[in-house]
């Protein structure tokens, strides 16, 4: 029998994913700086930087782009003065901060995947023998951001597939590359899974999946944009309907595929 998927919401579009032993953080460390969505309590951060509890010997930190509410540089500097992981897949291009990064993963000689358009539509990386991860560079929602280099993560545990498209600009993305792809859940923000468009992909298009994930929603007492309140409703409608989607509303949440 194959072994279960496990994945544990932390904050924004911060997961954690556990695999036969292995460990994936995702967005998972940043700061509060630039954005008004939720954050790692203080508490956290320090357990996740002396690799406490559930942030024990996490093998690949992986970011989906250089923006302040999912991938702070000058944390994750911060973050190897105490932790090596087995590699970092990131953003090639960037900040002053993001190449200062590079360089502190270059002197500690830790493998790190640079991720840049070219090298992604040919490289699917095998980081261990039943792992397999798929970046693909998209526009960021919004186009006042789409000199943002930013990166979807399409990846395969054992027979399972998980796409997590962080703030993927879905009005103009084909998603190609999953394509024939057989997706066992599918993480969204929840612009993107109220949107005429979003739903489109969700529910006739490539993006069908057997659970719908929605992540990237502040917690309560950070919700200045009605973000959460709009998810809320929405997900009272999805439990009325009996739709197989799940909402990831409060730090620790888990969910198996």
Partial sequence: MEEKMKVTFLVNTAVLLEYQGTKLLIDGIYDQNGHCFSNLSPAQWEKLKHGEGEFSCIDYLLFTHEHGDHFSPQRVIEYLTFQTPKAIFMPMYGSKSLQQLSRSIAEKKIPCALLQESICRKTIFKPEKDICIQAFQTRH?????WNVPHFCYLMGFGKKNLLFTSDVDFSY???SQCEGVSIDAVFVNPLMS???????LLDHGVL???KEVV???P???DDSMQIRKMAEQKWRTEK???RNVIYFLEEGQTCFF
């Fill in 215 to 217: 992540y990237h929603i």
């Fill in 208 to 210: 069908q999946a057997k």
């Fill in 141 to 145: 929602l919004d186009k006042k951001y």
């Fill in 240 to 242: 009325e309907k009996k």
């Fill in 173 to 175: 993305e084909s998603f």
């Fill in 219 to 221: 917690f309560a007492q």
């Fill in 194 to 200: 109220c949107s005429k468009e979003g739903r489109k």
